[in-house]
């Protein structure tokens, strides 16, 4: 049995797990040559299914997003991979700066609101192209929260502890930043999180492009 992770957001990746054990793991920016590729990794996937495995042997995708704000992203550019870069690259002009402030994320969650009676809409749009992109039925292809998916990624190293805390931090996803969670007997229990307008992230982006 395989089972893929996906992530679309900047330094795109899937992720291939057989039987419990990791057999692949690439960045699409390794075959299309773009610097923090973002979007959805077309050319990584179809090396995995010209090489690794078809996609009948593939039971479960997860994508690592459970908002599908990301999504809308792709679609403003036109599904094409792009270069990621921090709101304060010299391409993203006075855009760019407005886009770090508080002010943006505040007219952008009011929007949302505004908007919400289509957020169902663009879920099953968002769906379908997924499953497409992907070549699996609807049915095969999930979301996990994007900070839980940072957390159980650590899972295999420290099964052994019995209990661990374990710590998520970088930009942003889902919404938030940074998440405190307590691993025990093979559960996740989320004890903390901070919302992303405290990223600290953020401010890494900023200084390193």
């Known amino acids: 049995m395989h089972h893929i992770g996906v992530h679309y957001g900047h330094n795109a990746t899937v992720a291939v797990v057989k039987n419990g054990e990791l057999i692949f793991c690439q960045s699409e920016e390794r075959l299309n040559r773009i610097k923090n590729s973002t979007g959805f990794p077309e ?3 179809r090396y995995i299914y010209d090489r690794v495995c078809d996609p009948d042997e593939v039971v479960s995708a997860t994508l690592s997003f459970l908002y599908f704000h990301t ?7 036109e599904f094409k991979p792009f270069e990621h870069g921090s709101y304060l690259s010299p391409g ?3 855009s760019g700066f407005l886009a770090g402030t508080k ?3 505040q007219l952008a969650a009011a929007k949302s609101k505004f908007f919400n009676k289509y957020k169902r809409s ?5 769906h ?3 499953s497409k992109s992907l070549r699996l039925p609807p049915d095969r292809v999930g979301y996990i929260d ?4 940072h957390a159980f990624s650590i899972i295999p190293n420290i099964d052994d502890w019995g209990k661990g805390l374990v710590f998520t931090l970088d930009g942003v996803g889902d919404e938030k930043c940074a998440t405190v969670s307590i691993y025990k007997n093979g559960k996740l229990e989320l ?3 901070v919302n992303h307008y405290n990223s600290l992230g953020y401010y890494y982006s900023a200084i390193t492009g």
């Open 43 to 45: 050319q990584t996937l």
């Open 71 to 77: 999504y809308s992203n792709l679609k403003q550019h």
């Open 92 to 94: 993203y002009g006075m």
């Open 103 to 105: 002010f943006r994320w």
């Open 122 to 126: 663009l879920q099953r749009e968002a």
């Open 128 to 130: 379908e192209y997924f």
């Open 146 to 149: 994007h900070h839980q998916a």
């Open 191 to 193: 004890l903390s999180e």
